[in-house]
């Protein structure tokens, strides 16, 4: 596999980051390399996927583009992936639905609008605890701390805001703010379920939640999708609008790429496991317990956007987004826009 530490590619290729007519293709006047970033655990299982079976650089020399390279990496934050997109350092990268709002809220309109190409999957993630007198978000106090992937802007810490709008109304959205951390997953999980650190509470992603509800003492206190009132895109691949316009073939090729990823996922979950397992070094799952929790019903692997308008209309409403969308179509790319989103 190809992932290595971010900060090491950044510099071992300077002159690249520095030079953007470096990473023009003479032949077809795009982008001759690209980098695409994710971060962990199984919602960037597709990333895994294009990048082992070489999907984007198939789909590339479909088009005339047979000498595309790519080079995927991982970032344990969602606010590390937004800066790199902003400042130049990636082309693609998958964040949550709330990121994709912040940013299009930022930038529509201008050169450097930022759009989802499409959704990457729908999955839903869990707010775990290990202490027994938390039964519902009612029952956090100052005692708790809750690991998210990034303070008041990750999927996670929205979705924590709009549970407590639905608790204690909409004027007590940030009422929960106080006791989130930022923290990546895979350190969030060891913390629950060590159960060696302040933190006793995790809003995770799979694989982690099914690791933390099978140690003994925790339990599971939410379920994003009860909140959403359904399945709801868990992450969603953005890009720059002036990337996207200046480099058709190559953003349709990361598209048919991720699109086949799901496919792949869908029909063969067992070769899908054993690629997460190799990539992520993953240890703790056997092939035959990956493919079962890829397989999960929750788990919904789909390039259609949904609950968009959901996060809009909240962070809207709440004043963290100044501008409403019309509709999921704006944004997104007109890729997807045949596509029955939400």
Same mark, same amino acid.
């Given at each position: ?78 606010q ?54 938390? $039964?519902?978000?009612? %029952?956090?106090?100052? =005692?708790?701390?809750? @690991? &998210?992937? *990034? ?11 709009m ?45 982690f939640?099914y ?10 206190v ?18 720059? $609008?002036?990337?996207? %316009?200046?480099?058709? =073939?190559?953003?349709? @090729? &990361?598209? *048919? ?37 890829i ?15 959901k ?32």
């Amino acid at each position: 596999m190809r992932r290595r530490d971010f900060c090491k590619g950044l510099a071992l290729a300077p002159a690249a980051m520095a030079s953007p007519m470096l990473m023009r293709s003479s032949f077809a006047d795009e982008a001759s390399s690209i980098v695409l970033i994710s971060q962990t655990g199984l919602p960037y299982l597709p990333m895994m996927v294009m990048d082992a079976l070489k999907l984007v650089e198939k789909h590339a020399a479909k088009a005339g583009l047979t000498s595309l390279k790519t080079d995927f990496k991982s970032l344990g934050g969602t606010q590390s992936l937004i800066d790199a997109l902003i400042s130049g350092q990636m082309q693609f990268g998958v964040t949550g639905v709330p990121g994709l709002n912040t940013l299009w809220d930022k930038t529509a309109g201008t050169p450097n609008e930022v759009r989802g190409l499409c959704a990457v999957q729908s999955m839903p993630f869990m707010l775990v605890t290990s202490r027994d007198s938390v $039964k519902s978000v009612k %029952d956090f106090t100052e =005692k708790d701390k809750i @690991a &998210v992937p *990034a303070v008041k802007v990750s999927n996670q810490a929205i979705c924590l805001q709009m549970a407590a709008a639905k608790e204690w109304g909409d004027d007590q959205y940030a009422r929960l703010d106080s006791f989130t951390i930022t923290r990546s997953h895979p350190e969030a999980a060891v913390s629950v379920i060590s159960k060696a650190t302040e933190i006793n509470s995790h809003y995770s992603v799979a694989p982690f939640y099914y690791y933390e509800l099978a140690t003994a003492g925790v339990h599971n206190v939410l379920k994003s999708y009860d909140t959403l009132d359904g399945p709801a895109t868990n992450g969603t691949m953005i890009m720059s $609008k002036k990337f996207y %316009d200046a480099n058709p =073939k190559v953003s349709e @090729a &990361v598209y *048919a790429a991720v699109t086949e990823a799901n496919d792949f996922i869908n029909k063969k979950p067992g070769e899908a496991a054993e690629i997460y397992i190799k990539t992520t070094s993953e240890k703790r799952s056997s092939q035959s317990e990956m493919a079962k929790f890829i397989s999960d019903p929750d788990n919904i692997w789909t390039t259609t956007p949904q609950q968009n308008m959901k996060y809009a209309g909240f962070m809207h409403k709440v004043g963290t987004m100044k501008r409403l969308p019309n509709a999921w179509k704006d944004l997104y790319m007109p890729a997807v826009h045949d596509l029955q989103g939400t």
